[in-house]
């Protein structure tokens, strides 16, 4: 069992940077994939990035790279998403989660926080 929290959300405006934190419980945070996903109002959950338990091999949607980085730290259990150059488009819920192995996809993850919102104005 994996308890999750989101934290680092904020209102900011266009071009600035944020960072978000995921806190982990339990002991066996590091044989856990680690993704971040996101929720605009009307819209689907998407995938936004993800990182391996063991390389630290990251994979990040389209929308965000280059913008966007993922970090883990195993010892503080705790999962980070750097965001920069943020837009208005990136207004949105932003979810971490945990899956057993390397995977984009939502369905797959196992475990989930509540969520934290981003607000990026014009």
């Known amino acids: 069992q994996v308890q999750l929290v989101e934290s680092g959300g904020g209102l900011v405006q266009a071009g600035a940077s944020l960072r978000l934190s995921c806190a982990a419980s339990g002991r066996t945070f590091s044989t856990y994939t680690m993704g971040w996903f996101r929720q605009a109002p009307g819209k689907e959950r998407e995938f936004v990035a993800a990182i391996s338990r063991n390389t630290g091999a990251t994979y990040y949607a389209d929308s965000v790279k280059g913008r966007f980085t993922i970090s883990r730290d195993n010892v503080k259990n705790t999962v980070y998403l750097q965001m920069t150059s943020l837009k208005p488009e990136d207004t949105a819920v932003y979810y971490c989660?945990?899956?057993?192995?390397?995977?984009?996809?939502?369905?797959?993850?196992?475990?989930w926080g509540q969520g934290t919102q981003v607000t990026v104005s014009s």
């Open positions: 989660a945990a899956a057993p192995f390397f995977t984009t996809l939502n369905a797959q993850y196992d475990y």
